[in-house]
Structures are given as C-alpha cells and as structure tokens.
C-alpha cells in the first residue's frame, strides 16, 4: 500500500500562483504514474494532470499552458505548479498514485483563488 501527503494549498489571489507537493512512501514500484484530481464543491473529481515515472505527461484542457507537473523519482514526490490562477481553479486537489498492484488517493488539499 502507497501513503500520500499533500502540502502547498492556501488562499490565492488572482493571476497569482502555488505549488503542491505530493510525498508518496510505502510499497511503491518502479512503474507508476502520479497526479493531480481536483474537486469544486457540487461537482465530480476531474483529472487536473498526471506524470508516468517515465516522465511522460497530460493535462486537463482547462489548466494547458498555466500548470505544470513535475515529480523527482528519488524523492518519491510528484509537484504542481499552478500560475495565472482563477476562481475557477478553486477546489480540493488530490493527489493520485497508481500502478499494477493498485491505486490510493492523498487525503486532499484545498486551494482557494479570491480576491
């Protein structure tokens, strides 16, 4: 089983930028792919971005050119860094890891965008 650990979220103002941080420990395997949910009160989870441990990446239409992930396989920890903020980005982001044997969620972040 893989444990996850977010930090980083918080309250942002507009045009402004954070970066989460994803710490995974445990029974982690050599070929797995980690990234980033997030959830907007009264809608479902969607996939923000994600990275193989091969370094291969996609992202969510909406967050293209202003988020970028990036993970350090030595570390066992995948990052978010989110620019030109907007309200619409406000949610609880998720971490996610998975591979063959399975897949576990972080416990969630919340990241608010308001001026």
């Known amino acids: 089983q893989v444990q996850l650990v977010e930090s980083g979220g918080g309250l942002v103002q507009p045009g402004g930028s954070l970066r989460l941080s994803c710490a995974a420990s445990?029974?982690?395997?050599?070929?797995?792919?980690m990234g980033w949910y997030r959830q907007a009160p009264e809608k479902q989870r969607e996939l923000v971005a994600r990275?193989?441990?091969?370094?291969?990446?996609n992202y969510a239409d909406s967050v293209e050119g202003r988020f970028t992930i990036s993970r350090d396989n030595a570390k066992n920890t995948v990052y978010l860094q989110m620019n030109s903020l907007k309200p619409e980005d406000t949610a609880v982001y998720y971490c996610?890891?998975?591979?063959?044997?399975?897949?576990?969620w972080g416990q969630g972040i919340q990241v608010t965008v308001s001026s």
């Open positions: 990275i193989a441990s091969s370094g291969s990446t």
């Open positions: 445990g029974s982690i395997s050599g070929f797995n792919v």
């Open positions: 996610d890891y998975s591979d063959r044997a399975g897949h576990s």
